[in-house]
């Protein structure tokens, strides 16, 4: 689960993207034990992954690097392989080959008791939000503390009620409500309040503005990126949005049938090398030029 990037650190490294976009700077360089070597600001590195499910093979030797406090868009359309790319990334399932390194370890090696370790290095932000419709927001927004601390129910409880109220919202009227008496702007914001209860220094976002009308996609956006600024997360983004990528994002990294056609920074894809990424911009109908770039 990326970048426009200057290294931020100062120190030179080499990244192999297959046929990056001419932005790309950022390198991989093996060493001679056959490890990835990586640079301090390479909280992601995925290199020459590999998934297949049978005699299909789904991801076809992807290698993307995402800079921390950054934000990532993994855009493509259906059936370009994103979501297996995101199950590989939060430790939801394994390569087939290849590897994944998460804060310079590689995931891909892991036993599941370290791989649960790891996974709490996430906070996911479903499409819908995908809240429990049975239970009250105050506790959707424990269930992390409460399955992965020791925390008292009044310390969870303030912890929760000060996290919404961060996110914008009033705890002492949401927090008692019930999904479904939430509107969808709510909704979202709730779902990243959980997302951000154990602190993960990455947030990952599955298809964020599907569905949304354009107003409601450009303010969760904007919220993606005062997450950001505001905690000093990574952001990596699952989307089909052409719009949304080109406010948000310092990388895109653009997937067609399981393989990076083109990575670097959105506007990179308009003057990439590939053909297909072009016309993957054009095709969306978006006015890329008219957009209000969000990222900093």
Do not use: C, N, Q
């Given at each position: 689960m990326a970048p426009t990037k200057e290294d931020r650190s100062g120190a030179p490294h080499e990244t192999v993207l297959p046929e990056p976009a001419p932005d790309s700077s950022k390198t991989l360089s093996l060493q001679p034990s056959g490890g990835v070597k990586v640079g301090e600001d390479d909280i992601v590195v995925l290199h020459e992954v590999k998934k297949s499910f049978g005699e299909q093979e789904v991801l076809k030797g992807i290698s993307i690097v995402a800079h921390r406090k950054e934000t990532t868009v993994i855009i493509g359309g259906s059936g370009a392989g994103k979501t297996t790319l995101l199950r590989l990334i939060v430790a939801l399932d394994r390569p087939t080959s290849g590897q994944i390194l998460v804060e310079g370890e590689d995931i891909s090696r892991l036993g599941e008791r370290d791989l649960n370790r790891v996974r709490k290095k996430f906070g996911m932000v479903y499409q819908y939000a995908a809240l429990l419709d049975s239970i009250t927001v105050l506790e959707n927004v424990a269930f992390p503390l409460v399955e992965h601390t020791k925390l008292s129910k009044k310390e969870i409880r303030e912890r929760v009620m000060d996290k919404l109220e961060i996110l914008g919202l009033d705890p002492k009227v949401v927090s008692s409500k019930f999904p479904s008496e939430l509107?969808?702007?709510?909704?979202?914001?709730?779902?990243?309040?959980?997302?951000?209860?154990?602190?993960?220094?990455?947030?990952?976002?599955?298809?964020?503005?599907?569905?949304?009308?354009?107003?409601?996609?450009?303010?969760?956006?904007?919220?993606?990126?005062?997450?950001?600024?505001?905690?000093?997360?990574?952001?990596?983004?699952?989307?089909?949005?052409?719009?949304s990528c080109f406010r948000i994002a310092h990388q895109a990294v653009l997937l067609i049938n399981g393989r990076v056609e083109a990575c670097g920074t959105p506007d990179a894809l308009l003057s990439s090398d590939s053909q297909i990424a072009r016309?993957?911009?054009r095709q969306s109908g978006v006015d890329v030029a008219s957009l209000t770039r969000v990222s900093r």
């Open positions: 509107s969808g702007g709510m909704r979202k914001r709730v779902g990243l309040a959980r997302a951000l209860m154990l602190e993960p220094p990455i947030l990952v976002y599955d298809e964020p503005t599907s569905g949304l009308d354009p107003l409601t996609s450009r303010m969760v956006d904007d919220l993606i990126e005062e997450m950001r600024e505001r905690f000093g997360v990574t952001s990596l983004v699952i989307s089909h949005d052409i719009a016309d993957f911009v």
